[in-house]
């Protein structure tokens, strides 16, 4: 609070001086924080960066940005997060959430926003896992509870199978269909790994020690290695690795959080197969998530 304080008694002071002699550039240095003033055609612009010692700023780690024009502010916080790294304390700043690692179960339902299986499935097996390397958000209001938030993350699924039942392409079709005569799967299964970028609008706040979120969103994924297995005669086998999957896929992904822990739910918007080409399934997903 000191240092907006300061803030606005400095570009009040640099608006009154405007139309004397002024630097193009004036730079401040402030509790380990560089702060660069510009002046143009009225207009004053504040930046401030995060610095690692005196005099040695980082000046793509930028935490606010303030334009100060006939006698108004306007404020703006830009964060981008990366794993185990540590934030420094200060005015509340906005704050993207999106899970290091989690978790859930899955399921292949026969709609959009269904969690229910239209397949023999064993929901208690088909699980998927992932991780968000890197996230980032900037602010949209005045106060910074709420922002636009995008991530890049990497994720691993594998639905299980039930009744002898394997995933096939038959004749050009992929079938959900029972092995053959003679044959008795051990477990069967479809697997596949996920590039995911999610967008979503989120809200948050200061809840006691830590801060409670929840946001909405869509998520692009980009599939990749998808197929289909089962084990017998004591062997794993391949059925088929060419399943008339889309490669492209749209989630709609929903959270809610305190702290370091929140449920994540997501919803296939678009199928898993190709029109025409295999069974009409949609995944889902419930699970929770530890968040840096």
Request: with cysteine; net charge positive; proline share 4%.
């Amino acid at each position: 609070m000191k240092h907006m304080f300061l803030l606005f008694l400095l570009m009040t002071s640099l608006s009154v001086m405007a139309q004397e002699s002024i630097p193009q550039d004036t730079t401040i240095y402030l509790n380990g924080r560089k702060m660069i003033i510009r002046e143009n055609n009225g207009k004053i612009k504040v930046k401030m960066y995060e610095a690692k010692t005196e005099n040695d700023t980082i000046e793509n780690a930028q935490v606010f940005e303030g334009v100060y024009l006939d006698g108004r502010s306007i404020e703006r916080t830009t964060t981008v997060s990366v794993p185990f790294v540590k934030k420094k304390k200060g005015f509340y700043s906005f704050d993207p959430h999106y899970p290091a690692i989690y978790f859930g179960f899955n399921k292949l339902g026969g709609q959009a926003f269904r969690y229910s299986a239209e397949v023999p499935q064993i929901g208690t097996k088909s699980w998927e896992w992932g991780i968000n390397p890197f996230s980032g958000g900037i602010a949209i209001t005045r106060d910074n509870h709420w922002g636009i938030t995008s991530a890049l993350g990497l994720a691993r699924m594998v639905y299980k199978l039930d009744n002898n039942y394997g995933f096939e392409k038959i004749d050009g079709i992929t079938v959900c269909q029972p092995a053959a005569e003679g044959i008795e799967y051990k477990k069967s299964w479809l697997r596949y790994w996920a590039f995911r970028v999610p967008v979503s609008l989120e809200w948050q706040t200061k809840f006691g020690s830590s801060r409670a979120f929840i946001t909405a969103g869509v998520e692009a994924e980009w599939r990749v290695g998808i197929k289909s297995r089962a084990k017998y005669d004591g062997d794993k086998h391949t059925l088929s690795s060419n399943l008339n999957a889309n490669p492209l896929g749209l989630n709609m992904l929903l959270q809610a959080g305190y702290g370091s822990f929140a449920f994540n739910a997501r919803f296939a918007l678009t199928p898993l197969f190709e029109k025409n080409k295999g069974p009409e399934l949609y995944p889902a997903s419930l699970g929770i998530g530890w968040y840096w």
